[in-house]
């Protein structure tokens, strides 16, 4: 029995850039069937959504976070990058534990959910506890256990590659080796990730080029720019997933086209940490460079939303390059949604027969009406939207605002309870 998505206002395709007007999209088994104003009369739907007044997308992919981090949301403010990490974030992490991050995961996962967020890369510690807590939401997610040379909250390679292995691969599920960066990770460190992420066709998630500090340590460590240390490794490849990559030159990012590298920018992050630059986005995209959008952390944002970030990106770069041209709607809503899919390894949604029934409903509400030759991508990237409906490999999810299947007091009421034994003198000094 299949989802029949039924008298759609509009539905945009991020890679065509066509919108199907007052249309229905039928789906069955994870797959779109059929998209067209008539279906075939022998579809059989059990499941019928409404979208007679919505804006039907694929959903939004979050590249990049640390979901777990809702435990430390407000924690630590108005602080700078190497502060932030050595006084506030590290020594309050070594208090988590399993329970702990399944919960703030869980709380997570129902952000991303009600925000549209139908795919999540993330990288932390206990990551079985945040793949169980996204996966029991409905979402997939790319999850990739933290790895520091230190061994830091045991965050060893052998560690990662146990962790991977506790937990079998699904259509919402996919493993990653999460190195966390070059200056927490030694040279031999990189090369064995590189090795097991080969051997076991991996993807490698790692910070880059997200500070001058980083990019003036790797110089001091290696002699070489971040970008051309992971290169000299071999790290380089369609499956590096690069999250950052705010002080980036030239010369790196060539290297990251030609090796066919995906990085991630995170705008909202950098400009909350103050790292005093704007990743080069356009660049990147000359190059040919799969760009695509994270959150980073609910302790740097705070927010999960890849909407937000959407927009926030696209300003940002358009102010600081003097250029109200830089990164149009489009192709913002292209990196938020199907670039996003491309980097994380899942199939990539989109309007045609076979493709990934991963759905958002955006309903017109008084924010999101407009001109009536405003493009979707116009109204969806710079108005004020909300999501009344997610499907997420042909399962409906969130339906007219409303979870299916998920009791959201109980995952509210659990995350309280386990913030509880957290040192509260500490937290809020």
């Not at 790319?142 to 990662?160: T, V």
């Not at 001091?220 to 002080?247: F, K, M, P």
């Not at 000359?286 to 890849?306: E, F, K, R, W, Y």
């Not at 937000?308 to 770069?317: A, C, D, P, V, W």
Request: some cysteine.
């Amino acid at each position: 029995m299949g989802l029949l998505l039924k008298e759609v206002y509009a539905a945009y395709d991020p890679d065509t850039g066509k919108t199907h007007r007052d249309t229905n999209i039928y789906i069955e088994d994870g797959s779109v069937i059929e998209v067209g104003e008539h279906l075939g009369a022998s579809w059989k739907t059990d499941t019928v959504i409404e979208c007679k007044r919505k804006i039907v997308l694929p959903g939004f992919v979050n590249a990049h976070t640390h979901l777990a981090m809702t435990l430390l949301r407000g924690y630590a403010e108005d602080l700078s990058l190497q502060a932030w990490l050595n006084t506030k974030i590290w020594p309050a992490e070594q208090r988590l534990d399993q329970h702990k991050v399944y919960v703030a995961a869980r709380l997570a996962g129902l952000e991303l959910l009600y925000s549209g967020v139908t795919a999540v890369a993330d990288m932390y510690f206990f990551e079985d506890s945040v793949a169980s807590a996204v996966t029991s939401l409905g979402l997939r997610i790319l999850a990739a256990p933290a790895i520091f040379s230190s061994g830091f909250m045991g965050s060893s390679l052998k560690e990662a590659i146990n962790t991977v292995g506790s937990i079998r691969e699904n259509q919402l599920l996919k493993w990653a080796l999460g190195p966390h960066s070059t200056y927490s990770c030694s040279k031999d460190t990189l090369e064995e990730v590189r090795e097991a992420a080969e051997g076991r066709e991996l993807r490698v998630h790692i910070h880059v080029g997200e500070s001058r500090r980083s990019q003036v340590t790797a110089e001091t460590i290696y002699g070489r720019r971040e970008v051309e240390v992971l290169g000299d490794l071999g790290l380089l490849s369609q499956r590096l997933i690069a999250a950052h990559c705010v002080w980036t030159t030239k010369r790196e990012i060539e290297l990251l086209a030609r090796g066919g590298a995906n990085v991630v920018f995170c705008p909202v992050s950098n400009a909350k940490l103050a790292e005093g630059g704007v990743a080069p986005i356009p660049e990147m995209l000359g190059a040919g460079v799969n760009v695509c959008l994270g959150t980073d952390g609910p302790a740097s944002n705070n927010s999960l939303s890849i909407h937000e970030t959407m927009k926030f990106g696209s300003l940002i770069l358009k102010n600081h390059r003097w250029d109200p041209t830089t990164l149009d709607a489009a192709t913002s809503l292209r990196m938020a949604t199907t670039n996003g899919y491309r980097a994380l390894g899942f199939p990539a949604p989109g309007l045609k027969r076979g493709l990934a029934a991963d759905f958002i409903a955006v309903p017109l509400t008084p924010s999101i009406h407009g001109h009536p030759a405003a493009s979707i991508p116009n109204l969806v990237v710079y108005s004020s939207i909300s999501v009344s409906d997610v499907v997420v490999n042909g399962e409906p999810i969130l339906v007219d605002f409303h979870p299916v299947k998920i009791d959201e007091q109980k995952i509210v009421d659990e995350f309280q309870m386990a913030t509880l034994d957290l040192d509260t003198h500490e937290l809020s000094s």
